[in-house]
């Protein structure tokens, strides 16, 4: 498979591996909704919501049970680390045992997690170590489940960019659910529910991940080591300009833009508008990323890149309306509009990676390209209490505008991103 923006060829082949007989051909049936996405799509939106859920009912869990902040954020620091740490050995393993069976263990190491975080919360919590211990094995799962959630839609799928789509949107309701659906629960007094309801999830993902039939799978060639496999990740990853283009753009923006900008707003709105004012402008943003996800089903444009980056030009908008001091349904609507530009780009974007990148070597890029983007975005959270107070609000969020318009205008200038064409859907 040629790279297209970098113009040559890749140097991975090695015999596939069958990871289960093929359900369907590649002709015929429906594009998007085969048997196999289906399973998918449940699985999928299974476990983003108890992912979505999991914060909120720990640490309002924590906080409802007389524990202090700093607990609080113990706990938050025991789940994310180990994925932040882990995520590149997850591309790895599915690379070289398939994605399929790596995420039915990381499934079923949250499924006996989240039982055992239902028996500490229901039965009090005697010993914190006990509850950062479980905290450990969920963000280890997630490292582990990572890279495949993005390698297996091309194979569930022969429209690629419309499946993203449809798990876009299902990513940003579940995100805007989950919460909620923990917030409540937690405020009843039920924490320990949310981890049942948590494990039932997981469990229903590992059992329709389980139904899959994926057919032939790429592996890497046999008798590597596990440092010889991230190596060759790393060649392919920073052998596409257009791939490791993004990536370098990205993490300045997660560092100077999208890290900061909740706390910093969070910071703005509560004190003027209340905690309600900010709840309806995250939920804003939430609907604005379902439309896009909804219109990225059926925008197909020849160059996906452009396109997606064009859409986030829109993303300057939020924190210039909160400098200017826009009204709360001004600063909604331009939620919307932010939100619709990040649904169109995430989908562009996963949808280029997963159609241009060889399948066997495409977990292990994925998981370069979450540890390098998403990896900065705590980063750019710690820093924003300090940037505040040596620069004050104002000029942390101008920072931010600033950033994010770049972004956009350097993801545009640069000749392989602009001009990467997409792949045309399997018939």
Known sequence: MKDRSAGHTAPVTSPPVQDRPAEEPSAGGPAIWSRNFQYYFVARSAGLLSWAMLPVAVSAGLLSGGYGLATAGYSMAFLVAPFAGLVLFGGVLADRFTARRMMIIADLANLTAHILLALLFINGIDHLWQLYALLVVAGTANALFQPGASSTVPLV?????????????????????????????????????????????????????????????????????????????????????????????????????????????????????????????????????????????????????????????????????????????????AQIAVGTGIGIWGVMWATSVQTQVPGEVLNRVHAYEVAGSVGMYPIGSALAGPAVSAFGTDQVLLVGVVVSFLTAVALLAARPIRTLERVPDRT
Not at 173 to 190: E, N, R, Y
Not at 243 to 270: D, E, K, R
């Open 157 to 333: 799928s022969r429209d690629v960019q419309g499946a993203n789509g449809v798990l876009r949107t299902s990513e940003a309701i579940t995100g805007l659910g989950g919460p909620a659906l923990a917030g409540t629960l937690v405020g009843f007094g039920s924490t320990g529910w949310v981890m049942v309801i948590s494990a039932l999830a997981y469990g229903t993902s590992a059992v329709c991940l389980f139904a899959l039939r994926l057919g032939f799978v790429p592996a890497p060639p046999p008798g590597q080591s596990l440092w010889r496999n991230l190596a060759v990740g790393w060649h392919e990853f920073r052998s596409r300009t257009w791939l490791w283009g993004v990536i370098a753009i990205w993490m300045f923006y997660a560092i100077l833009s999208w890290g900061p900008q909740l706390s910093v707003a969070a910071g703005v709105i509560v004190p003027l508008h209340g905690a309600s004012a900010f709840g309806l402008l995250n939920a804003a943003l939430g609907a604005g990323t379902i439309a896009g996800g909804l219109l990225a089903i059926r925008y197909k444009p020849r160059r996906p890149l452009a396109a997606g980056a064009a859409a986030m030009l829109a993303y300057p908008l939020y924190p210039l309306g909160i400098v200017l001091d826009w009204p709360v349904l001004a600063l909604a609507a």
